[in-house]
Structures are given as C-alpha cells and as structure tokens.
C-alpha cells in the first residue's frame, strides 16, 4: 500500500490547510488511519487518528481546531486545518495501521505557518 500526502504550504497565522492522503488500495482494510507531524529537531508526533469504527482522538494541542475525516468511496483521508499557529508548522505524514499486518507511512508534506 502507498499514501501519498498532499495539501502542505506555507499559511499565515490563523490561516487554513486541508491536507489529503490518498492510499494506493482500500483504507477499509485499515483499523486506524491518522496523521503525525514532526518540527524541527523534534520527534514524530501523533496530531489527530480516526478508528475503522468513526471515533476520532486527537493531540491537546489542535483538539478544536483540526478534523481528520475519512472517504471510503475515494480511499482519502483529511485533515481540515483552521486557526493554524506557528508552532503547527512540520513536516505533517499520514500512516494507516492494520491489525497483524503492520502500518504504513506517507512520505511527509510540509506546512509552514508565518507570524
């Protein structure tokens, strides 16, 4: 399986991005898809998932300001961006996970957000 990301630039404070990850196969196969980010001379973080069943967990940090959603029918998963902060900006990776067969990872897109 292949997920391409993409949807990443360069946004002022309070701006929005929306970002997709469009997997080569079916994402119904994937008990949980998601998205991670990673800052400059920081680790991998989880930002936001969503479980096969619809429940969706999210960092404290963009609870309220960031949705992650899901199309079947497209094998997409988003993540509507709103009221982005300097400190959101990152290389941003979707990953999709199945039980007893492993998880997968995006290959990164780039968000910026200016002061």
């Known amino acids: 399986v292949q997920l391409q990301a993409s949807g990443g630039g360069l946004v002022q404070a309070g701006g929005s991005l929306r970002l997709s990850c469009a997997a080569s196969?079916?994402?119904?196969?994937?008990?949980?898809v998601g998205w991670y980010r990673q800052a400059p001379g920081k680790q991998r973080e989880l930002v936001a998932i969503?479980?096969?069943?619809?429940?969706?967990n999210y960092a404290d940090s963009v609870r309220g300001r960031f949705t992650i959603s899901r199309d079947n029918a497209k094998n997409t998963v988003y993540l509507q961006m709103n009221s982005l902060k300097p400190e959101d900006t990152g290389v941003y990776y979707c990953?999709?996970?199945?039980?007893?067969?492993?998880?997968?990872w995006g290959q990164g897109t780039q968000v910026t957000v200016s002061s």
């Open positions: 969503i479980i096969s069943g619809g429940t969706t």
């Open positions: 196969g079916s994402i119904v196969n994937f008990n949980i």
């Open positions: 990953n999709a996970r199945r039980i007893l067969v492993g998880e997968f």
